[in-house]
């Protein structure tokens, strides 16, 4: 097991908990896929305290490592969270660039080769809208939880989006809990010409997650 | 945000990105830092092989840097100078603050304290 990072204070941040270590764990057992790249672009969407971004760097040599985060606080966490864990890193590997944005829609099409998210997967009966919080707010961590119908609202738009972002040879991993219906979601993914693959399952209180790799080329299973 | 960054982001509108025009970005009023990165050789060999020439030239000319020769230098056989200018202006020079303005629509991004914002306003997410 590869240490977990340490994380800088989360005011007003997701602090790191079940789900996030989980995504840990399951990006570890893909460490032989993720060495496989050179150079990749790799992009977590909703980075929060940075946890996820910062543990990457055990697991790829070197990369050009990016994140994005809807909450002002997220971004600055994550690039503390980055210095934090930086003495650990190799002195080449770049800096992680962390951008204030929605999603990936920032980005050029086909850029992504590794693409990473947490994402708000709580069924709630909205996903809370970005013009009714100023920067100063103290209620960003709301974007954190909510997924809106079926905790899927944020999760789809993504999935709709994957021959957007990867590049030819792009594998995406994302986190689901049953609520999410993973069998349905894996036949739409599917059903876009997307290889789905199950990395691995986790009880976490109530809670059962799952971490999914979506790939456009069949990959090794191992 | 790094120059290399540059390469990578086009305006976030739904509607410029089917323009040509939505990259690169138009930057001004850049405060620019220097930021220390140990030299891999196949580490910029292999970034290089993402970038779109003249974009990257359109953006340095408009931080008012005319270090970077007209045509793409060819990677695999290049002096180690080229690929060492190459590694200082796309990994060691950031954008600390500044504007990003799209050619196709104006809209206007900030970039505070190294970190772009590309939040869209409601009417234009
Ligand atoms: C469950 S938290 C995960 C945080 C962190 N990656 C982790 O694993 O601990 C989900 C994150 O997604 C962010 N988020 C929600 N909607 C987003 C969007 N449209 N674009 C980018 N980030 C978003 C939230 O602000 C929050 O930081
Ligand atoms: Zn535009």
Redesign the pocket.
Known sequence: MKPTPLTAACDN??E??E??FF?LDCLELEEPVLRGFKAPLVA??????G??SAFLPSLIDLYIPMA????PA?CTTTLSTWEKNSNTYNPKLPEIEVVR???LGFLRPNLVDVLVF???YVSTSDVPKLEDYDQEDMR?VD???DGGEMGME?TNIVLENLSRYLSPHGVAYILLCANNNPKKVVENVEARGYFAHKISERRAGREILSVYRFSRNELDQH | MKLLTTNFVQCAVKSCSSSSNCFPLHFTECELVHEDLEFDEDFIKNVMVKIDWPALLSVTRDIGNNSLPEEKPNIESCDEQVLRDLHLVLLETQIKDGKMICKNCDHLYHIKNTIPNFLLPPHLA
């Open positions: 941040v997701y790191p908990f789900d996030s995504l977590e969407i909703g980075c929060g305290s946890v996820v994005s985060d809807v909450n997220a944005g929605s999603l947490n994402p708000p960003w974007f954190a939880l944020i």
